[in-house]
């Protein structure tokens, strides 16, 4: 079976959530839905996160380029899709509101196609494409690939299996603005050691993430530096 004869089924799939294309059985980024998050408040920023720049392109630009370069389904996860319909992508909104990023993954994983999708947060502006794919690479025998650093597990640029759906539907009816990491519980987990994410980056700024106006001037000094 071919991309595009998965992409032809498309549509239809995002009509029927969780209709498998056939012949899935070993995952790498063609195989897989790039999910975007971008459904939050961003109330440290006090302006949305999606729509500040970097270089001249919008951080929702950037990661869509490139998870377009890289999957062959993209979903883009928000609770306002007025503001993103430029964007060529499916937009789906969540399913359980309110519930923080974790609501998002589940809305994500619930439209996805591919059994596997790569999931990111929209306020990531220095994503490494060769460490996604090295990731993508990782998935087979787990649920989850996720890197690991002494500051702690990055859920929030993670791959996750549709099998995760039903623990995260389980958490979400119990809590309100639930931790990432509550998924992990009973699912076969790869952590991408400090070791290796190092070695794509050894400036440490892939994973970095943009949350106050301080992020962002931090995140254009590392950009001065290169
Ligand atoms: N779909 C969806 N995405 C969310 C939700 N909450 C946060 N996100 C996304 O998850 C990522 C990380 O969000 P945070 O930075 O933790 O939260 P935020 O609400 O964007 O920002 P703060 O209000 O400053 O905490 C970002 O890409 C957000 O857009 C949500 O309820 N639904």
């Given at each position: 079976?071919?991309?595009?004869?998965?992409?032809?089924?498309?549509?239809?799939?995002m009509?029927?959530?969780?209709?498998?294309?056939?012949?899935?059985?070993?995952?790498?980024?063609?195989?897989?839905?790039?999910?975007?998050?971008?459904?939050?408040?961003?109330?440290?920023?006090?302006?949305?996160?999606?729509?500040?720049?970097?270089?001249?392109?919008?951080?929702?630009?950037?990661?869509?380029?490139?998870?377009?370069?890289?999957?062959?389904?993209?979903?883009?996860?928000?609770?306002?899709?007025?503001?993103?319909?430029?964007?060529?992508?499916?937009?789906v909104?969540?399913?359980?509101?309110?519930?923080?990023?974790?609501?998002?993954?589940?809305?994500?994983?619930?439209?996805?196609?591919?059994?596997?999708?790569?999931?990111?947060?929209?306020?990531?502006?220095?994503?490494?494409?060769?460490?996604?794919r090295?990731?993508?690479?990782?998935?087979?025998?787990?649920d989850?690939?996720?890197?690991?650093?002494?500051?702690?597990?990055?859920?929030l640029?993670a791959?996750?299996?549709?099998?995760?759906?039903?623990?995260?539907?389980?958490?979400?009816?119990?809590?309100?603005?639930?931790?990432?990491?509550?998924?992990?519980?009973?699912?076969?987990?790869?952590?991408?050691?400090?070791s290796?994410?190092?070695?794509?980056?050894?400036?440490?700024?892939?994973?970095?993430?943009?949350?106050t106006?301080?992020?962002?001037?931090?995140?254009?000094?590392?950009?001065?530096r290169?």
């Amino acid at each position: 079976m071919t991309n595009k004869d998965n992409l032809d089924g498309k549509a239809d799939n995002m009509l029927n959530p969780g209709k498998r294309f056939p012949g899935a059985c070993h995952a790498t980024a063609q195989r897989m839905t790039g999910i975007i998050l971008s459904g939050g408040k961003s109330s440290r920023m006090g302006l949305n996160k999606a729509f500040l720049e970097i270089d001249g392109e919008r951080l929702i630009d950037r990661v869509v380029r490139q998870f377009k370069s890289l999957f062959p389904e993209v979903i883009l996860v928000t609770n306002e899709p007025l503001l993103y319909l430029d964007q060529d992508i499916p937009l789906v909104s969540d399913i359980y509101k309110k519930k923080g990023p974790l609501g998002g993954l589940y809305a994500g994983l619930y439209y996805a196609s591919y059994e596997y999708a790569f999931l990111c947060a929209c306020d990531m502006p220095y994503l490494n494409v060769e460490f996604i794919r090295y990731m993508t690479e990782r998935i087979d025998g787990y649920d989850i690939v996720v890197p690991e650093t002494s500051e702690g597990f990055f859920p929030l640029h993670a791959i996750y299996s549709r099998r995760c759906l039903p623990g995260i539907k389980n958490l979400l009816e119990r809590g309100d603005r639930l931790k990432m990491t509550g998924c992990f519980k009973g699912m076969r987990v790869f952590f991408v050691p400090e070791s290796v994410i190092r070695t794509y980056d050894p400036d440490g700024t892939m994973l970095l993430n943009i949350n106050t106006e301080e992020d962002l001037k931090r995140a254009l000094a590392f950009r001065q530096r290169r």
